[in-house]
């Protein structure tokens, strides 16, 4: 007779469903029977391709005298670890805590309260090697619970106030190899969605950080199928609703799979990651479209969210008045057939329809559309096309905007600074380094001020009252070393690595494990840590790549380290979660190339420095500049001459250098470009 799990979507927990253990899954009325019958709880967590956990499941749990003895005295629960990584890191940690090490099958006896009190792995059905048998855990563990509850009590709250103290237990021993990243690209090609790009289903967001480590494992590997879903997916959000068609510019994230109805607030991080991508795309394809959308969005940044102080606002509101004074999600955004007449007469109205995708029936709220690039119209006038969305885009500011939220959150501006930054250098647009300038001197004057940490957020020109967290001195970090790169101004180094010795003093645990918060911040019940990359790169992983760069720039042995000791819990997680530690990838790719240290003796913004930042290896560094000063602006530029009074290209990694150039197209080479 089937069990609970015969309900259920996971094909591991299906894998149970004929078990004669009577198995809940996961779930309040599963630890409310064991309360009501007053007996503990036996976890059992596993997945799908675990060797031991089908030779467990084999030896004890198809065993009808074990699973008698089991369902009398306790409510067992599985857990598929794929679809529950919450519960299977949460219990992991005690598991690890207690035994010194972790894996799975893991075995985890819980109070109705869902405390833990004794743990294992897999138990063998006799004993066998010092370990005892399953049987003889079970009445092991049922004797305590009965004859021993306060003892019981005691440990769970013992473990439980110690887990309320811990810290991550950090991924591993070791960096990410090549093995971790090769069974992130297949975990990341299973939730591929090959029909609209992107990851997963409804509601799908854009994955800005795996893209960024697609292109990267592509310029390393030269796998093509990285660079086919990368492109595919840039392609598909490029012409969907999530893209303003009108005035550049990404929304959150679509409601649907096929990127036609976004949520309609735009956020600052969200449009300084996909700049950057989109930057790189065109960087690795010399793609006119990602050239485009790279520049529109900076653009949208400059225009619609920059402050006057020269920082930019966290974000647009999603709702706005409409016609009749209501504020309506997406109401400054879609597009009705009659509105598009009004603009712009008959012809041109049907012509915009076709090209935007705008229905009768419309693919948003009464009747409106949200518009996007269906491609589906055959060859368009790009002439044609352009003068139509002027007219749009000039009629559309005529309607009421949306709110803007005005604070400067440090981190965001930090990855703005990066994006515009390279934009401006790849596209020539002096402008938008300019503008990248300008936030980095805010961050500095206004967010580092006088008291030499960095606040969270400034708002009017003025800091607020809480301090910065780890990927405020991750992403800030980051950017200044863009910035660096790109203008050939030392200083930005200085200020990075000003940041980056505060991780290695403040935010930095044993093991290389990273912590949100300093270590004199305000003390919460348990120290928030999340290694994991979600609307942005974690502080974990953002500190991780900037370390390394840092690193690399300087020949820091002490940043490399904490960058590599970092990097361990991208070795844990990348083959587990590859979506949910994008950056952490992009940045175990850079580490897997060297990354590369480029120094240019010559001019800033010459042939040679152009052609180093267009260089495709991942995480490559570049130092630019010429004269007897440049060496201490540039650590990588000391005792590097101009070779017969030409500009002069030196690439080195690992130790390593090779010769010399003062030919660009020789660099491009040496570069991936």
Known sequence: MANRLAQTTSPYLLQHADNPVDWWPWSPEAFEEARKRDVPVLLSVGYASCHWCHVMAH??????DTAAYLNAHF????VDREERPDVDAVYMEAVQAA???GGWPMTVFLTPDAEPFYFGTYFPPEPRHGSPSFQQVLEGVTTAWTDRRDEVAEVAGRIVADLAGRSLVHGGDGVPGESEVAQALLGLTREYDEQHGGFGGAPKFPPAMVVEFLLRHYARTGAEGALQMAADTCTAMARGGIYDQLGGGFARYSVDREWIVPHFEKMLYDNALLCRVYAHLWRATGSDEARRIALETADFMVRELRTAEGGFASALDADSEDAEGKHVEGAFYVWTPEQLREVLGEDDAAFAAACFGVTEEGTFEEGASVLRLPGDTGPVDATRVAGVRARLLAARDER?????????????????IAALAETGAFFDRPDLVERATEAADLLVRVHLGEVARLTRTSKDGRAGDNAGVLEDYGDVAEGFLALAAVTGEGAWLEFAGFLLDIVLEQFTGEGGQLYDTAHDAEQ???RPQDPTDSATPSGWTAAAGAL??????????AHRTAAEGALGVVKALGPRVPRFVGWGLAVAEALLDGPREVAVAGPVGGELHRTALLGRAPGAVVAAGEGPGAGAEFPLLVERPLMGGEPTAYVCRHFVCDAPTTDAGEL???LGG
């Open 59 to 64: 030896e004890s749990f198809e065993d009808d």
């Open 75 to 78: 409510v067992p629960v599985k």
């Open 99 to 101: 035994t010194g090490h």
């Open 400 to 416: 009421p905007h949306p709110g803007r939220d005005d604070k400067v959150v440090a981190a965001w501006n930090g990855l703005a």
């Open 524 to 526: 919460l019940i348990r």
């Open 548 to 557: 390394l760069s840092y690193a690399a720039y300087t020949g820091s042995e």
């Open 668 to 670: 491009a080479g040496k």
